[in-house]
């Protein structure tokens, strides 16, 4: 695919989920040469740098008024950064064939020379003279070439070329030398397509499946497994793919009793992995991929478990409601459930309350880890730091973490410290 096909679509559009799901049926190779990815994420990188500078201008503005002179501040630009993350936001829907170095050299040679798909563009003054010429089109080049080349050393494949670049590529009834030279050889084997519509049908079928078949399939041990696991491990890690990173979340506190209004609040961090149960579905759209069926839709989880309240100590039973875009298989085993995306977490409804997953008895050990984690992180007040910080043994920290936290209804059991961590510095 080119550039431009990717660029036309949103990642969260129902054809990125379409290509994540040819992708992870591993059905056929929807791919994009280096060089359009790299395209991509300039592009994308470019769009951020100009809006980074606005910001900072905003804020040298705005700090010539505050009466502190001081406006805050903008995190420094990352540009390599930047860069890699869109990388991988296209090659979550899309696999990268290579970009040759033959290919980035002819690249350049035709750009010079303005040979098809490179040309020349002129630029004009206000009376309409040419006062400089540009040649351009050697990132369509390297593009096309690197298609080229991978049907050339594929000769077992038919390789469809999308593009929208009809002034460049035409629309693959003729080529210009030396683009009719490229294909010569490949005869059938090489085709030309102007739309993503018109190559999908060849990889999948949208269709219909009973209700009951998702439901069932979501309600997989292995699938729920993948949602708790995610709460406290994976969305952290992928901030960009799940909008709430997990650390805080809105929450029902479950200790009142049943019947009674449910204290909500913000939960800070699982102790542990939560339990999780299946609540509904919605927006599902399902496809024949190779031999198996897959779907996608937005699913609601209930999660239960002991979690650290917002800015204490404090252990609680708490509850809470998560939709997520998910991707999953009807009919393969082996596969795991994929969250495309999620909102927000919030506090569940009474309802919602009385359908949680049964809480499991509080193992310490995932406390003294979370709290730590908390403590090296700097997530707790600085009195409290420097208390804890005091403490010169491991069963001395277990007795100060013990007396600040108001345990839950539930035992705790005696466990021994192997290790503590010192607080860092401030």
Known sequence: ???????????????????????????????????????????????????????????????????????????????????????????????????????LEQATTREAAVLPPCKAVDIVNEEGKVIKTIKTGGRDTAIWLSAVEYATEHPQETVYFVSENIKDFGRGETYK??????????????????????????????????????????????????IAFETRFGAPLRPSRHQTGW?????????????????????????????????????????????????????????????????????????CAWETRVLVSLTDSTSKLDILRSSTPRAATAQEADNLPEVDPLILPDYIAELDDRIRRNRMSRNMRHYLGQASTAEEALDMMLGFARPSPLPLPTAEVEVWVEPDED
């Open 247 to 319: 650390r805080r979340f809105r929450s029902t506190q479950l200790e009142e009793p049943t019947g009674a209004e449910l204290p909500e609040g913000i939960a800070e961090v699982w102790l542990g992995n939560p339990n999780v149960s299946f609540a509904s579905v919605r927006d599902a759209k399902a496809y024949r991929i190779g031999d198996h069926v897959w779907c996608t839709a937005w699913v609601t989880w209930l999660l239960s478990g002991h979690a650290l309240l917002n800015r204490t100590l404090d252990i609680a039973e708490v509850g």
């Open 177 to 226: 030398y030396p683009m009719d030279r490229d294909v010569e050889k490949l005869g059938d084997r090489f085709v030309h397509l102007l739309k993503l519509e018109d190559i999908l049908p060849q990889f999948s079928e949208e269709i219909d499946v009973p209700e009951s078949d998702l439901d069932s399939a979501l309600r997989g041990q292995g699938n729920l497994e993948t």
């Open 1 to 103: 695919m080119d550039t431009n096909i990717l660029r036309g679509f949103e990642l969260q559009s129902p054809k990125a989920e379409l290509l994540r799901a040819i992708k992870t049926a591993d059905v056929g190779g929807v791919s994009v040469p280096w060089a359009a990815l790299e395209e991509l994420a300039g592009q994308r990188a470019r769009t951020y740098h100009l809006a980074h500078e606005k910001a900072e201008a905003a804020l040298r503005a705005l700090a010539k008024s505050a009466p502190t002179g001081n406006s805050g501040v903008v995190a420094p630009l990352d540009h390599d950064r930047v860069l890699q993350y869109w990388r991988q936001r296209y090659l979550e829907i899309v696999d990268v064939i290579p970009t040759s170095a033959n290919a």
